[in-house]
């Protein structure tokens, strides 16, 4: 069996006695999608960060392609090839959509001209190709979910780690925004894994799902299964009453 | 108009403006040029990077104190000694910078840092026998000589000096802006922790910016120590010319090309018209100027918060390249 290409192992991080995540462990495979999904506060989000090198975990170990990238600054993490958006978004506010992208293409290319053009291109899959002129600040909600998809599309990840990006979206733009994923893993293998709260894009989307509950994982498997799992369904509708 | 039309309009008028003025306004014109450099110098943090220094002073006073005292000691002419005064600057820069950026020292509380070390600076210079200390430091004035290699020579030379620096500072500010480096600036600006996200080295930014910042503004230290010939702690360290050399930039528009040449013109413009005005009217009093320094920020903050030059270009209808 080929090698994981993300391997999280044992991850842990408390916040004054608050076990956010405590002991997860999980991997992806090359081109696979994997949603993570769970309650409000069930650790999903610091499960991110401490994969994307914004958090230092108190403890456990990732792996990317093999190689360990634990301890590594957010930086370090981009260009050894995870990009990642942020759950609220966070825009260079005050400039150009097209230079937004720009700066996440210079990660992938040397010049600012090659840049441009990566991130022109980027923009048009988003379907913000007419708007690259506009200050950021600008944008709608919807559009900056793109944006800050885009921005991270653009670094030239292997491994896409998406935080929320469905939410606040309408039906009809999260099919698109659906579409365009699911287009980016089949054409170019891109492996993504995402957090989400609309089940309607984890079930599009996601072979497989793993759901965290108070820090710990509490179910994993093919995403069919997992919805119909007992424990699952208690952690997000409470247990049923005797 | 372009940007490019209107930069080089402006510098075709200022090439041959000592030819139609008197020596007053050229000593005016020296003085803008001088604050011109000096603000696009600051704003290679503040406007760029995003870093809020008030402490610049540290570095003319830096580049000044080294290029004069080895001009003194040594002959060392002030071409060559802009080298070791800008060396000098970069490292006091960098020390500051690695001091802030690795404690995650941000913001306002950055500010203070750069504050604290320019003060404690010119408290070490007034005690610094070798220097003058407290009663200053002169720079020998030979009569007659002229040596644009030595700084040394009537204003007129002074003027191209400043203005080839102001020039020089502009196209160096405006080719970084360009590159992967000056996007980098102006992510870290807008959001640090996307800027990482996105591949950003951020401690290695900010450094290159301070680092260019500092060894720039070290070079208008040397200017200033060769122009006037003589400095004393108490005035080129002072936490007022720290304010000063912020203040075109900020009037002008922060994080703007022309920012801060616009915004050198008017508040120079305003402060000699206003000293002018006051003697004529027989009402100089101290302070005077700082009042209406003041007011005019005041206005121009309320009014246009993000500069003047922002404001004027798109009246004039140039892009955002400015």
Redesign the interface.
Known sequence: MAEPLLTASGLSKGFRGLKAVNGVSFSIGSGDILAMIGPNGAGKTTCFNLIAGAMLPDAGEVRLAGQPITGLRADQVCRAGIGRTFQLVKPFAGLSVLDNVTVGALNAVRHVAEAKERARAVLDLLDLGHKIGEPASALTLPDRKRLEVARALATGPKLLLLDEVMAGLRPTECDRLVEILAGLNRRDGLTILLIEHVMRAVMKLAQRILVLHHGEKIAEGVAEAVVRDPAVLDSYLGEEAP | MSARNLLLGLLALLVVAPALVGAYPLAVLILILHYAYLGIAWNVMMGFAGLLSLGHTLYVGLGAYVAAALYASFGLPALLGAIPAAIVATLAGLGIGALGFRFRVNGVYFALLTIAFAEFTRILFDHMGWTGGSSGFFLPVEHGQVSPVALRGPPILFYYVALAMAAGGFMLARSLM???LG??W??I???P??????????FRARMAAVAVSSALTSLGGVFYAFYYNNMYPEQIFSMARSIEIILAPIIGGL?TLFGPVLGSFVLTLLGEGTTGLLEHLGLAAPGAKQVIYGVALLVIVTVQPAGLWPWLAKRLRIG?DG
């Open positions: 360009r590159t992967r996007y980098a102006l992510a600006r807008e959001d922790d996307s800027a990482a996200a996105s591949g950003v080295d951020v994080g955002r």
